[in-house]
Nanobody, 121 residues
Framework: QVQLVESGGDLVQAGGSLTLSCAASGSIASINAMAWFRQAPGKQRSFVARTTSGGTTNYADSVKGRFSISRYNANNTVYLQMNSLKPEDTAVYYC???????????????WGQGTRVTVSS
């Protein structure tokens, strides 16, 4: 099994910064892409940022220039540095990873339980 555990969510004032972390553990042969999604109250889960094993990154338009995703492959951890936070960034942030448990197995998609970010105005 593969587990993803997010941390770093907090209450922060508008304009502030937070760094979220997501650590993948368990039986892991390799991880391809890792990503962050978020779900605001009353809304559907939406894409925030993604990074591949090769370092390619892409972002939702709403966070470009403010958020930065990075990854430390040695310990299967992905980070989301969030700057210039706005009240509309308030959401539960979820980590997502495409991982394979064995070299011969296919990639499956895994989700963490989420970490809550609240941005006050």
């Amino acid at each position: 099994q593969v587990q993803l555990v997010e941390s770093g969510g907090d209450l922060v004032q508008a304009g502030g910064s937070l760094t979220l972390s997501c650590a993948a553990s368990g039986s892991i042969a390799s991880i391809n892409a890792m990503a962050w999604f978020r779900q605001a109250p009353g809304k559907q889960r939406s894409f925030v940022a993604r990074t591949t094993s090769g370092g390619t990154t892409n972002y939702a338009d709403s966070v470009k220039g403010r958020f930065s995703i990075s990854r430390y492959n040695a310990n299967n951890t992905v980070y989301l540095q969030m700057n210039s936070l706005k009240p509309e960034d308030t959401a539960v942030y979820y980590c997502d990873a495409d991982a394979k448990r064995y070299s011969w197995s296919p990639f499956y998609n895994y989700w963490g339980q989420g970490t809550r970010v609240t941005v006050s105005s």
